[in-house]
């Protein structure tokens, strides 16, 4: 049965990102399932994650992790950030379906708001990571 959504809802149809690092093998990813967002963490190429660990984050974090999404401008996000000139390093993909918007994005060595295949906590992207932390309740989540 396919989970509905209606506009006030806080929680998101889907949510999805992932988030993994070539030269180092390690690799995190949160999802929304099952009414529970769940954060795995490993290394490539294990059968089986070395984290995982679930949570049901509260309506108020759920809102302002929206908030914040607006703030950093998620919605106007590119489709791909791959930077063609680096042959390793982290790729990254983000889904979102919430409230009447969707969002498809990710990227090779590239993220919004950087220049090269480094990020910084004050880019759009870095911040994306800070709401995700604040929503999970997961420090360092990256």
Known sequence: MK???SENSTSPN???FYLGALDGGDWCEVAWEDK????????LFRELPSR????????????RFWQDLDRVGVWNWK???TDPNVLDGSGWHLEIKHAGRELKTGGDNGYPGANGPEYSPDTPFGQFLVALEHLTGIPGIV
Not at 36 to 43: D, E, I, S
């Open 3 to 5: 989970e509905t959504n």
């Open 14 to 16: 889907t949510f999805k």
């Open 36 to 43: 529970t967002l769940w954060y795995r963490a490993g290394v």
């Open 52 to 63: 995982e660990v679930s949570c049901t984050p509260s309506p108020d974090r759920w809102r």
């Open 79 to 81: 489709p791909d950030y």
